[in-house]
């Protein structure tokens, strides 16, 4: 069974910034974390950015393009999400995702809990 770990969530200000990570515990093409989602109460699952396994490519949604920056470590096992310029519409659990790349949800193997983020004045 495969482990991803979500960190850095909290609470920010409008305007401010804030970087998660995802981290999984096996090492493998197959396993590195993949792909960011962000779930709300009011909207279902949706994709925010993804990387190649490499971390060559890397694919943003619409809302998150020029504010967010998604990015693999050396070791390939950890997987940042850096943010700017953070509106309250980003608020929402991030979820980490391994085992596929881009947008579509289902084809994603494995999930983490998920990281809560809250932008609010």
């Known amino acids: 069974q495969v482990q991803l770990v979500e960190s850095g969530g909290g609470l920010v200000q409008p305007g401010g910034s804030l970087t998660i990570s995802c981290t999984a515990a096996?090492?493998?093409?197959?396993?590195?974390?993949m792909g960011w989602f962000r779930q709300t109460p009011e909207k279902e699952r949706e994709f925010v950015a993804s990387?190649?396994?490499?971390?060559?490519?890397?694919f943003y949604a619409d809302s998150a393009k020029g504010r967010f920056t998604i990015s693999r470590d050396k070791g390939k096992n950890t997987m940042h999400l850096q943010m700017t310029n953070l509106r309250p519409e980003d608020s929402g659990i991030y979820l980490c995702?391994?085992?596929?790349?881009?947008?579509?949800?289902?084809?994603?193997?494995?999930w983490g809990q998920g990281t809560q983020v809250t932008v609010s004045s």
């Open positions: 995702a391994s085992g596929a790349t881009g947008d579509y949800a289902p084809g994603y193997d494995y």
């Open positions: 096996v090492q493998t093409v197959g396993t590195f974390p």
């Open positions: 990387i190649s396994w490499n971390g060559g490519s890397t």
